[in-house]
């Protein structure tokens, strides 16, 4: 089946640093990947849609200039959240949605963020 | 615009229980619908989907049906194991976006 990779699976960073989170879809080519952040005990908020090659969709209320998109290439997909506080602290996590098929998104692990 | 209530959590459950979990949408057009689970400590996993009225997913002995005269997608596996343990997320595609609206999860705990 596809396989989307995170790296890292989990980071601690100081209050006012940027962290960048690496998101791979493995086996298939990718012209859409997604990312959410999820709180304890909630659902998924859809943060951002990134398209390679262009500039990324973000949802209403995401400061953009606070997490940066990349999707450079059909495999990977870059979010930086910049100068980070302690409220950034969350589970973040991409999909990816296959070429091939229309509907369906394949997920990462998640990466672990707590700033401190 | 598009949404997905689902049942609130916790559920427990003894092993070979019978489970229910509720699913309801609202949603302009024809949807996909999908299950989603959370295993403890791993990542999302499709856990079976449904594109048109009337289709059943089906996995790992869960089944849903896809009903739009109800609007709903109610997961359900006859006999719950243990290794069921997990938070389970009903979700909805549609629009030419294909954007996926999440319900709030339940989370199943399965007592030996």
């Known amino acids: 089946g596809a396989v989307v990779s995170q790296h890292p699976s989990w980071v601690i960073c100081k209050s006012g640093t940027s962290v960048k989170i690496e998101c791979r879809s493995l086996d298939f080519q990718a012209t859409t990947m997604f990312w959410y952040r999820q709180f304890p005990k909630q659902s998924l908020m859809l943060m951002a849609t990134?398209?390679?090659?262009?500039?990324?969709?973000?949802e209403q209320g995401v400061e953009k200039d606070k997490f940066l998109i990349n999707h450079a290439s059909l495999t990977l997909s870059t979010l930086t959240v910049t100068s980070a506080h302690p409220e950034d602290s969350s589970f973040y996590i991409c999909s990816a949605r296959d070429l091939q098929e229309s509907y369906e998104q394949y997920f990462g692990p998640g990466t672990r963020l707590t700033v401190t | 615009g598009n949404s997905v209530t689902q049942m609130e959590g916790p559920v427990t459950l003894s092993e070979e229980a019978f489970l229910t979990i509720n699913c309801t949408y609202t949603?302009?057009?024809?949807?996909?619908l999908f299950w989603y689970v959370q295993y403890p400590g791993e990542g999302l996993q499709l856990l079976l989907k449904a594109t048109k009225a009337d289709d059943k997913g089906s996995n790992k002995g869960f089944e849903a049906t896809y009903r739009k005269e109800t609007t709903s997608f109610h997961l359900e596996k006859g006999s719950v194991q243990v290794s069921d343990s997990a938070v389970y997320f009903c979700?909805?595609?549609?629009?030419?976006?294909?954007?996926?609206?999440w319900g709030l999860g339940t989370s199943l705990a399965v007592n030996p």
């Open positions: 979700a909805l595609s549609g629009g030419n976006n294909r954007k996926l609206i």
């Open positions: 949603a302009t057009g024809y949807p996909s």
């Open positions: 990134s398209n390679e090659g262009s500039k990324a969709t973000y």
